[in-house]
């Protein structure tokens, strides 16, 4: 069943086979599922920075906390928003996000591993990675998704589903 073979079954991983390249159809075939995702009025306010160089890897690790282990992946992915094309103010955080689960759910179909490191609502973030990528004004980095060879992929978590956290017609506790 595909929720047991993908959705459930999808990890963040952080700890990569260093020195392993993705090939450009797998690159593509990963970013043409993030753009079926939906978008507002699908205005599909998305572009997608591929990172390969591992220059821009590694300066990009420095200023972004949370993504040290870049440094061993295979590219990265930084999700941004377009607000020239966005359908309503604000509206490129939602359309970048649902793309970015998408290109999650595509690796993990590709036999790949990723994490999703924020960069959005990070003022210093957005600004330092914008730099280094040379990215114009009307684009908003929205996530940083490192991708490659997990070493290992981390078990199974204990059930995540709460019926506590489902509330029908209104809030109830």
């Not at 993504?67 to 509206?91: H, M, Q, R, T």
């Not at 990070?122 to 929205?142: A, G, H, Q, V």
């Not at 490192?146 to 489902?166: L, T």
């Amino acid at each position: 069943m595909f929720l047991e073979a993908g959705l459930l079954t999808r990890r963040s991983v952080r700890q990569f086979e260093s020195g392993k390249k993705i090939s450009r159809a797998d690159i593509e075939d990963i970013l043409k599922i993030a753009m079926y995702a939906p978008s507002a009025r699908n205005c599909q306010s998305w572009e997608f920075i591929v990172i390969d160089d591992d220059t821009l890897k590694n300066k990009i690790a420095e200023v972004h906390p949370y993504a040290k282990f870049l440094k061993d992946a295979s590219i990265a992915i930084l999700v941004c928003g377009n607000i020239k094309e966005e359908c309503d103010s604000g509206y490129w955080v939602v359309d970048t996000s649902a793309a970015t689960e998408n290109l999650l759910l595509a690796v993990h179909g590709k036999g790949l591993g990723a994490c999703w490191c924020g960069v959005y609502p990070n003022e210093n973030r957005m600004k330092d990675i914008s730099e280094i990528l040379n990215l114009p004004d009307y684009l908003k980095p929205n996530g940083l998704i490192v991708i490659g060879y997990p070493k290992s992929f981390p078990s199974q978590p204990k059930d995540r589903f709460k019926v506590e956290k489902i509330h029908y017609n209104g809030f109830s506790r």
